[in-house]
């Protein structure tokens, strides 16, 4: 099968020195061999490439490029399937965009040598060599820039809920603010007693129990963070849609479990997916509603998982909204995480919604994201969930030996 594969990358400082001609007439070579043709070209900082040519060889090609130290950042862009080569028999061109005079020129020139036009082929190009996509790309510095570094740890709580039924226990993870230096909140996941995953715990409650358990759980939740003390920081709890509609007085019974721990609705955020189909949207929409009139704050929930997407944000607007792991996962280096990302914060740029990363693992996702606008992050980078208390948080810093 014949693949296209497009990526951009940035040229390393120490390597700024380097020939383009004698680097492309090695890798040339080596192309030839592997059937690959494409084109290649670099503006004096980025680089942009196309390689096409049977799937296993762009693939294995493309690791061998992730792994040159004469570039990074390396974003892909692209990747496609497609009948026939756009670039038949020529090789890898390469340009110099510093002696390219115009996009149309270069349009004009690479369907002079033979090449046939794909649009999304020649969208990137265009947009790489009028620079615009630079305005909206997330700058990531060079490796090593920051370091995470322990801040204050509070010390693990010993509340025991075994025993009431139905028995359950609250790890806590912080959603913080890096560039304050501050916690937004705490987000309160479910255990079992003996802290299994809320999977595991939902699954010893029989299906008929489960929205009334998800509701009356979280009185422990609650009693949590009234033992931590909130300062600004809220609670934030996970609710499926449907406990809401299907037990009754269910905003009632939170607010009373609330008032029980000395705390108030608007130091409570209500996190909600998709995750279970909404099926009485006239119902869930007017509780959404009363919690609204009684303060609570609300976020939907792992936002582009498959479940909670645009559909439910043209439902209600919410507060804030997180956005799933599986987009954030490697957002960096990955074009097409990035436009999507882009255009949630858009979106919610106009109807001021905040934005929450979810499951930030790796220091470059964050620094994209955190370039890119996106001030919240959760993830395991900062702090993994603690059971019954507050874990250690790990804040960036500048390190001095990068500089
Ligand atoms: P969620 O609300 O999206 O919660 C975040 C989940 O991602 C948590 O898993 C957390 O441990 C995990 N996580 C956080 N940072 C990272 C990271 O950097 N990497 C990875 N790999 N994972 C990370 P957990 O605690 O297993 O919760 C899973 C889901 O269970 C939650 O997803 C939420 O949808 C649901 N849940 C938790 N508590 C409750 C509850 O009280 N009621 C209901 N209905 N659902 C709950
Ligand atoms: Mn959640
Ligand atoms: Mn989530």
Redesign the pocket.
């Known amino acids: 099968m014949l693949a296209i594969l497009i990526y951009r990358s940035r040229i390393c400082a120490k390597s700024l020195s380097f020939n383009i001609d004698k680097l492309v007439s090695s890798a040339s070579r080596i192309n030839k061999k592997q059937g690959i043709t494409g084109v290649l070209m670099f503006d004096g900082t980025y680089f942009l490439q196309i390689l096409e040519g049977g799937a296993e060889n762009v693939d294995q090609l493309y690791a061998k490029i992730k792994m040159d130290r004469r570039h990074h950042h390396i974003v892909e862009l692209m990747r496609d399937y497609a009948p026939r080569r756009s670039f038949p028999g020529n090789g890898m061109a390469v340009y110099d965009m510093r002696s390219v005079r115009s996009a149309n020129d270069l349009m004009r020139e690479l369907v002079a040598i033979g090449i046939s036009r794909d649009e999304r082929m020649f969208g990137f190009i265009r947009a790489f060599v009028s620079g615009q996509w630079k305005e909206k790309a997330g700058r990531i510095e060079e490796t090593n820039r920051w370091l995470l570094t322990p801040g204050r740890t509070v010390p693990l709580l010993s509340a025991d809920n075994s025993g009431i039924y139905p028995p359950c226990k609250f790890?806590l993870?912080p959603i913080v603010s890096p560039s304050q230096n501050r916690i937004c909140s705490f987000?309160?996941?479910?255990r079992s007693p003996d802290g299994g995953?809320?999977?595991y715990y939902f699954s010893s409650i029989p299906e008929n129990k489960i929205h009334e358990a998800?509701i009356y759980?979280k009185i422990y939740a609650f009693e949590l963070a009234s033992k931590i003390g909130l300062g600004d920081e809220k609670i934030s709890?996970?609710?499926?849609p449907m406990?809401l509609v299907d037990v009754p007085g269910a905003v009632d019974i939170l607010l009373g479990q609330i008032r029980r721990c000395n705390l108030s609705p608007e130091q409570v955020i209500i996190?909600v997916?998709e995750?279970e189909v909404i099926s009485r949207f006239d119902a869930f929409s007017s509780e959404i509603k009363r919690l609204r009139s009684e303060g609570f704050g609300l976020a939907i929930?792992?936002f582009g998982a498959g479940f909670a997407g645009l559909s439910l944000l043209t439902k209600f607007q919410p507060g804030s909204l997180k956005i799933d792991?599986c987009i954030v996962e490697n957002v960096h280096a990955d074009g097409v995480k990035q436009a999507v990302v882009q255009a949630i914060i858009s979106c919610c740029n106009d109807l001021s919604i905040s934005i929450v990363a979810?499951?930030?693992?790796k220091t470059e996702e964050w620094e994209w994201l955190n370039a890119a606008g996106i001030k919240y992050f959760?993830?395991?980078?900062f702090a993994r969930?603690s059971l019954n208390g507050i874990p250690e948080i790990r804040w960036p810093v500048i390190n001095d030996n990068s500089i």
């Open positions: 790890a993870q987000e309160a996941l479910i995953t809320p999977q998800d759980s709890i996970n609710l499926l406990s996190e997916t995750d929930d792992d792991k979810e499951g930030v693992e959760q993830g395991f980078l969930p």
